[in-house]
C-alpha cells in the first residue's frame, strides 16, 4: 500500500515554452501516479476555458501555461500511460481531455468520490477532504482571480499548487482506508460508472434537463427540444454560454405559451435583448415544429398512479437508509436519494415505474445493494424489522430478523 508523505511546499516552475513541456512530459512517463488540477474560467464560453494545469508528482510539481504551450502531449501521456491519474471532482478536469483526445486515462481516482466510502459528506470541498483525512489546511486568499489575465503573480501560483499538493497523500491514505474497509470494489465500481457518464455526456444532447418542465404536456415538451437544441447549436457556434443566450425560464414560458409569433415571443417579459429580437422568427420557427411533432415520439408513457402507501413506505424507509449509511460511515447522499427508495418499493410491489428502460432499480444494483437495497427488501418481504434502540442517540434504529 501507498505511504508516501506529503510533497514539501517547494517552488515550482511555471512552463511557458514547448519545450520545457516536452521535458516535463518526458518525466512523467515514469511517474506511478500523477495528480493534477486545472484552473478555468466558464462563464463566457459554450465550453471552460482551460487557465492553468498543476501537476504533482511523487518527486515534482509544476504549472503549465495552456495560453503559451500546446498541452495535448500532456492530455494524450494521460491517456497512454499506465499511471494512476489522481484528482478531485474531476468531471470538468475528464472533460478537457476528452475534447482534446477522444479518450480518459486506464486508472483513475478521484479522492471527492473515494471520501464518500470512508465517512457521511459527499460532495465534499478539496478543503474540506484536506481537513478530515489528513488534518491540514490548504492555503487560500485567490478564489475570485480571473485566471485568463497574465502575467500571474507568485500568490497566484502557489494557491493554485495547493489544489494538487495534497493529492497524491490523499491517494495514499484513502487507499489505505478504503482497502482496509474492503470497499476498493465498491469504489471502483462506482468510478467506472462516474467515468462511463462523463464519456457518454460527451454526445448526448440531454434537453430533458432543461429546468422547469415537470409539469409540460407532450406537444409543450416537444417546443421544448426544438428550442434546446436551436440554443444548443446557435451556443456552439458563437461560443457562449447557452443559457446567456436563451435562459431555461424563458425556454419553458414559450412552450408553455404554445405561441408561434415573432411578436408575440418578443412579448414576453425578458425576451427584448436585440440577440433574441434578432432570433425571434428563428424560435417561432422552433415552435411550429414542435406543433407538428406526432405525438407518439414524445410520449414517455402516462406517469403511472403510484398508490397512497407507497409514499408513506417511502417516508418509512428513507431514514432507514440514512442510518444504514451513517453506520457503515459511507455518505448517504452517495448510496441514493428518497426517490431511489421509491423506485425500490414500486419495484418490489409490482407497480412498475416510469423509467423502466433505464433498467433495475438503483439501490438494487452493484455496491448498492450489498449495502442498503437487499435490507430495504427483507423490511419490505417482512423478514427484517426496525426497531428504536435509544430515542437519544443519533443514529436510534435498530435492524432485527424476525422468525
Known amino acids: 500500500m501507498p505511504t508516501s508523505p506529503p ?15 516536452d521535458e516535463l512530459c518526458d518525466r512523467l512517463r515514469s511517474a506511478p501516479e500523477i495528480a493534477f488540477d486545472t484552473e478555468f474560467v466558464s462563464e463566457d464560453t459554450f465550453y471552460p476555458e482551460l487557465c492553468l494545469i498543476q501537476i504533482a508528482t511523487r518527486v515534482e510539481m509544476a504549472v503549465v501555461d495552456p495560453q503559451e504551450v500546446d498541452v495535448k502531449e500532456f492530455w494524450q501521456l494521460l491517456v497512454d500511460g499506465d499511471h494512476v ?41 478539496y478543503g474540506a477532504v484536506v481537513g478530515r483525512i489528513l488534518s491540514e489546511k490548504p492555503q487560500k486568499g485567490e478564489q475570485r482571480t480571473d485566471w485568463r489575465r497574465r502575467p500571474l ?39 467506472d460508472s462516474w467515468r462511463d457518464d462523463v464519456v457518454a455526456a460527451q454526445d448526448r444532447k440531454d434537453w430533458r434537463r432543461v429546468s422547469g418542465i415537470g409539469s409540460l404536456r407532450a406537444h409543450q415538451l416537444a417546443i421544448v427540444r426544438e428550442l434546446w437544441f436551436w440554443r444548443y447549436e446557435q451556443a456552439e457556434r458563437l461560443n457562449q454560454p447557452p443559457k446567456r443566450l436563451l435562459r431555461d425560464d424563458l425556454l419553458v414560458e414559450i412552450a408553455k405559451r404554445k405561441i408561434d409569433k415573432p411578436d408575440q415571443i418578443l412579448a414576453i417579459r425578458g425576451m427584448q435583448r436585440s440577440a433574441l429580437k434578432r432570433s425571434a422568427g428563428e424560435l417561432a420557427d422552433c415552435v411550429k415544429r414542435g406543433m407538428a411533432t406526432p405525438l407518439e415520439k414524445l410520449a414517455r408513457g402516462p406517469r403511472r398512479e ?7 413506505l417511502g417516508q418509512f424507509l428513507t431514514p432507514a437508509l440514512t442510518s444504514i449509511c451513517r453506520r457503515a460511515e459511507v455518505a448517504a447522499s452517495l448510496a441514493g436519494t428518497a426517490s431511489d ?12 415505474r416510469d423509467d423502466e428502460d433505464s433498467g433495475p432499480p438503483r439501490l438494487l444494483t452493484g455496491w448498492r445493494a450489498e449495502l442498503v437495497g437487499n435490507l430495504i427488501d427483507d423490511l419490505l418481504a417482512g423478514r427484517k424489522s426496525i426497531r428504536i434502540t435509544d430515542a437519544k442517540k443519533e443514529d436510534p434504529l435498530a435492524f432485527d430478523a424476525i422468525g
Open 7 to 21: 510533497i514539501p511546499p517547494v517552488p515550482a516552475p511555471i512552463i511557458t515554452r514547448q519545450r520545457q513541456l
Open 85 to 125: 491519474t489522481v484528482f478531485h471532482a474531476g468531471r470538468e478536469e475528464l472533460n478537457f481531455i476528452l475534447r482534446a483526445v477522444g479518450a480518459a486515462p486506464k486508472k483513475l481516482f478521484d479522492v471527492q468520490l473515494a471520501t464518500g466510502f470512508c465517512g457521511n459528506e459527499y460532495p465534499a470541498s
Open 153 to 191: 503573480t507568485k500568490a497566484q501560483v502557489d494557491y493554485a499548487l495547493e489544489d494538487v499538493r495534497f493529492l497524491l497523500p490523499l491517494f495514499d491514505k484513502l487507499t489505505r482506508i478504503l482497502y482496509k474497509r474492503e470497499r476498493l470494489e465498491w469504489f471502483k465500481e462506482e468510478l
Open 306 to 312: 403510484l398508490p397512497t402507501q407507497l409514499h408513506l
Open 341 to 352: 427508495v421509491r423506485d425500490l418499493i414500486a419495484e418490489r410491489l409490482g407497480y412498475g
